[in-house]
Every structure is written in structure tokens, then in C-alpha cells.
């Protein structure tokens, strides 16, 4: 599969979303082992969680011990895979989101996550959500101690604008790697954001990138250009979405969810689409 690069990792240029495994409407533990694994055999090397991925108030991390069961069971092969998670937004267990952005709950967080993921270092830690009444600054410097004691190997954020994002670059001393902000062909508001980090070097992971669990489905229904590209080059609607977003930077790194071995399988395929500019063109008006 064709490679990006997340800080000094090369990675599969489309990824895994842990998400739909998890929460509301998940399916069987081996069924999700089975998706994770049909990614792995795809290419992909790339695994995104967080630790409020879960349904339930009592079952914090399940989609972390999720993913970490998977690549045991899948066995040495899986060791290149880059375990990205998430801290500070969170899952009372009624369905709703929260936040905590407080220094101290995020390096605690921190510990859990590597603790369920059975790993030494976290490959890729973010900071989920900024949390209103702490300062930015403060949650993002929870990373920065991370990363200096060794308990994370590179720092993220999540759901950030553009002064977010150089104020992490800043706070963190120049090494934020990564920014994760919704985009996809029904989400395009965040298209600063990722040209923001194409200009810095700095990987951009779209999440949600065929517009979330519930709307995936629409997709050629609400965006026919989609499906005419799509039936020009011969594949799915959702390749098609995936490879545009590959060609809007070469730091653009789409973090698909699944829940279904056929549903990433297809999604990896992107990686190997390439549409020509008129296309690109066509797609971004």
C-alpha cells in the first residue's frame, strides 16, 4: 500500500477507525477482530482509538483492549502496526460526550491507555477535544511531559482550528505531528485546517472521511459527483471519496471506521486509486 508519514513513522495511507467496533450498535468481539485483521492482510498499518470508544459508563478503553487483543492474535506480523489513541473527551455511559482537559487526568489517562494497549509507549497520543475551561496551553503541555517522560512517542490533537494548532507547535516545541479533524465530502469546513498542515510538514487524519456511521450510506445519493467519478474509474463510491482526499495533500491520511472486514478491505483500496486532476478538480468544487 502506499505510505504517508506521521512524524518519523511511515504508515499505510488509509488507516483504521476503531469507533463503530465499540460504541452503540457494535457488533461480536470476533467479528471486530476479524475487520482488524482484514485491515492488517489489506495493508494497513495504521489503527485509530481512544479511550472513550466505548458504549457503556463501566467499560472505559474497550475499544483500546479491543484493538490490543487483535494484534496479539494476529502475532508478529502486527508489529510495525502504529497504535494511535485519544484522551480528554469522554463517555458518561448515557450516550452524551464530555470533557476534561486538565493536565494531570490526561497524563493519568495517558498511563491507562498504554496500560490496556499492553504497550511501554504509546506510538501516537491526542489530545481529543479542547475542554473549554482549561486553558489549551495547559492540556496540550500534559503531551509535552508525556513525550519527555517517555510515556507517549509522539503528541497529537484533535478536533483543533488553525490557532490551535500552532499553539500546540508551540507549547509541544515543534513536535505536534499530527492534527485529527472531521472532513469528508458532506464536512469540508476544516479544509483550512488541512491545507494549514500541508504547508507545516504535519499529518492531517481525517475522521469520519465518507460523512460517519450514519451517513456513509448516502453518499452517492447526496454527493453525485462522487458516483460519477466512481463509475468512471470502476470502483465504489467510497474509494473514490477516500483517494480524493489523498490528493489534496500528500500529508492527508484518512482514518475510515469499520466494523466489517468487506468495509475496510474496500476502503484500503483507495490507497491505490488515482484520479486524474480534472477529477480532483471535479470533486473539490
Not at 495517558?110 to 482549561?134: M, N
Amino acid at each position: 500500500m502506499q505510505q504517508r508519514t506521521i512524524g518519523d513513522r511511515s504508515v499505510s495511507a488509509i488507516g483504521l477507525g476503531g469507533m463503530p467496533m465499540s460504541i452503540e450498535g457494535r457488533p461480536d468481539p470476533e467479528r471486530s477482530i476479524a475487520t482488524v485483521h482484514a485491515a492488517l492482510d489489506a495493508g494497513v498499518t495504521l489503527i485509530d482509538t481512544a479511550d472513550s470508544y466505548h458504549r457503556d459508563a463501566n467499560e472505559v478503553g474497550h475499544n483500546e483492549e479491543l484493538v490490543a487483543r487483535a494484534l496479539r492474535e494476529y502475532g508478529a506480523d502486527a508489529a510495525d502496526v502504529l497504535v494511535a489513541t485519544k484522551g480528554g473527551h469522554l463517555r458518561p455511559g448515557d450516550g452524551t460526550w464530555t470533557r476534561n482537559g486538565d493536565p494531570e487526568y490526561l497524563k493519568r489517562a495517558a498511563k491507562e491507555s498504554a496500560r490496556r494497549l499492553g504497550v511501554d509507549a504509546i506510538g501516537l497520543y491526542q489530545f481529543h477535544r479542547p475542554d473549554p475551561a482549561v486553558p489549551y496551553a495547559d492540556s496540550v503541555g500534559a503531551l509535552r511531559e508525556l513525550l519527555d517522560e517517555g510515556v507517549i512517542l509522539m503528541a497529537g490533537i484533535s478536533n483543533a482550528g488553525i490557532a490551535q494548532i500552532d499553539e500546540a507547535r508551540e507549547v509541544l516545541g515543534g513536535r505536534l505531528v499530527s492534527v485529527q479533524n472531521q472532513f469528508s465530502p458532506a464536512f469540508r469546513s476544516s479544509r483550512s485546517e488541512l491545507e494549514h498542515c500541508a504547508g507545516l510538514g504535519i499529518a492531517f487524519l481525517p475522521w469520519s472521511p465518507l460523512g460517519g456511521i450514519a451517513n456513509a450510506k448516502e453518499l452517492a445519493a447526496r454527493h453525485g459527483v462522487f458516483q460519477q467519478v466512481a463509475d468512471e474509474t470502476g470502483t465504489s463510491v467510497h474509494q473514490v471519496a477516500l483517494a480524493w482526499q489523498l490528493a489534496l495533500a500528500p500529508v492527508v491520511i484518512p482514518i475510515p471506521g469499520a466494523s466489517r472486514p468487506m468495509s475496510i478491505r474496500d476502503s484500503a483500496a483507495a490507497a491505490d486509486l488515482e484520479l486524474t486532476s480534472d477529477q480532483v478538480a471535479l470533486l473539490s468544487a
